[in-house]
């Protein structure tokens, strides 16, 4: 497989999840609902369950968003440009803040899977943070050189 076909496939993929994304967020009040009636703290807590995983959500497709915008300069062949440090930077606060509303989660229910997102999201905001740092450097060599030539 070429590097055009993974490049488009990725594309589409995070086209996919954005919107999937946002019907998701859209629906959970109906899908808590119905989980409820299987596992009983979706019905106990079902308003604080709902905010949480509302926010999480926003969060979620606000990185998203950013990984779009990512990879238009990707397509572009422009990668470093300093608004890929900034969706960088974002991405890594929207993933401090998935990990720490899903601290609140553990005031509701502590289960493992909490205590994993947890982790997973603050090592994912931790390298985006250094990422952004990386390309803000490459983006500092690149103008350097532009203005050499």
């Given at each position: ?59 979620a497709i606000l990185i998203i968003l950013e ?34 509303v899903s601290v609140f989660r553990l005031f ?31 983006v500092t060599y690149k103008l350097e050189n532009?203005?050499?030539?």
């Amino acid at each position: 497989m070429n590097r055009l076909n993974i490049t488009k496939i990725t594309k589409w993929m995070l086209d996919f999840m954005f919107y999937a994304g946002i019907l998701v967020c859209l629906t959970l009040p109906v899908t808590l609902k119905f989980l409820g009636e299987y596992f009983p703290h979706y019905k106990i807590f079902y308003f604080p369950m709902l905010v949480l995983f509302f926010i999480s959500g926003i969060f979620a497709i606000l990185i998203i968003l950013e990984l779009r915008c990512i990879f238009r300069t990707v397509l572009n062949e422009n990668c470093f440009v300093k608004e890929n440090v900034q969706s960088l930077k974002r991405m890594g606060n929207y993933s401090f803040c998935i990990a720490a509303v899903s601290v609140f989660r553990l005031f509701i229910v502590i289960t493992p899977a909490t205590l994993v997102i947890i982790l997973v999201f603050v090592i994912a905001g931790l390298f985006s943070k250094v990422l952004s740092n990386v390309f803000d450097q490459a983006v500092t060599y690149k103008l350097e050189n532009d203005l050499t030539i």
